[in-house]
């Protein structure tokens, strides 16, 4: 069976910022499929649930508050790598628009809601280092019908 690093929130563990999840039904619907590893890059990285939220300014990760909270977000990326390392994973599911596993868009670091190309940190740390990286999204849409 595929191991397959993914997000915690989207299989339903409270560890967003807001202290939420975002369950998302048909990826646990594929659990059967796959080997799926919980990880959550922001707890990795020492950050509390709930959390003041945060959005990438430029090179550094600001939470709404204005604290500089890059350093977490590093640290949370490498354990996730580190994880993948371990676990010989080449497949990632991670939480769209986050900053720390958003694909292709995320937030504009204004706390307004507007979105901008890029990736967040771990995502762009897993992408430089081979690994293949899904939006929840994108990993339905491959991986539904097999």
């Given at each position: ?8 929130c989207l299989l339903g563990l ?55 909270v890059t350093s ?75």
């Amino acid at each position: 069976m595929k191991r397959v690093l993914i997000s915690a929130c989207l299989l339903g563990l409270k560890c967003r910022y807001d202290g939420l999840s975002k369950e998302n039904k048909d990826i646990i619907n594929m659990i059967k499929q796959f080997e799926f590893i919980p990880v959550c890059p922001e707890v990795f990285g020492g950050l509390e649930t709930p959390r003041v939220p945060s959005e990438i300014k430029g090179e550094r990760v600001i939470n709404k508050d204005g604290l500089d909270v890059t350093s977490n977000y590093l640290r949370g990326a490498e354990e996730t790598l580190r994880l993948c390392k371990l676990y010989n994973v080449d497949t990632v599911v991670l939480k769209a628009k986050s900053p720390s596993c958003g694909k292709g868009l995320i937030y504009d670091g204004t706390f307004s809601g507007n979105l901008i190309e890029g990736n967040g940190i771990t995502t762009q740390l897993l992408i430089d280092n081979g690994i293949k990286v899904f939006t929840e999204d994108e990993f339905i849409k491959e991986f539904k019908n097999i």
